[in-house]
């Protein structure tokens, strides 16, 4: 494997963009908005708020006497982190998109990791509802995990595809 031809900027580019706007979004809303303060953005669809979440995405394991979560949730950060720096390692040189998708998800389980690091929780700030049925409240860092994830098994789906013809 030459190194020097790995696309290393591909790679930390976008994940640094993801993390810069994850934490500076986070600090906006820590310093405009008191904890479950909300403005409403598009009215009946869409606010911006002020959440915590000690726990992960759409507030599992969120609960204040689930102390080892936090290690947990920690762990697999870390772990996480490690595993698609080995992926994007052993990824063949021509492989754009997926190191595009591997970068979007270690940008944004980097932004998570910080605040879980900084506030034992993770800021999250969207609120996107339709009436009374209200999708749990995200953050820039779990849109690119989501994004990325999905174009990742997007383009796994059509690899196994391709190859299986």
Do not use: C
């Not at 708020?49 to 290690?71: C, E, K, Q, S, T």
């Not at 947990?72 to 992926?87: D, E, K, P």
């Amino acid at each position: 494997m030459n190194l020097k031809k790995r696309n290393y900027p591909l790679m930390i580019l976008p994940a640094l963009l993801i993390i810069l706007a994850d934490q500076i979004s986070k600090y906006a809303v820590m310093r405009y908005l008191k904890l479950h303060e909300s403005v409403s953005v598009i009215t009946g669809f869409f606010d911006l708020v002020h959440v915590r979440n000690r726990g992960m995405a759409f507030g599992l394991l969120n609960r204040p006497d689930i102390n080892f979560g936090f290690y947990i949730l920690v762990a697999a950060s870390i772990g996480a982190i490690v595993l698609l720096t080995v992926w994007f390692i052993r990824l063949k040189e021509n492989d754009k998109l997926t190191v595009l998708t591997l970068s979007l998800i270690l940008g944004g389980a980097v932004g998570n990791l910080i605040d879980r690091l900084r506030f034992r929780e993770v800021v999250d700030f969207l609120d996107i509802y339709i009436g009374q049925y209200h999708w749990p409240a995200f953050n820039v860092a779990d849109s690119a995990i989501t994004v990325g994830a999905f174009l990742l098994a997007f383009i796994m789906f059509f690899r196994q595809k391709s190859h299986a013809s």
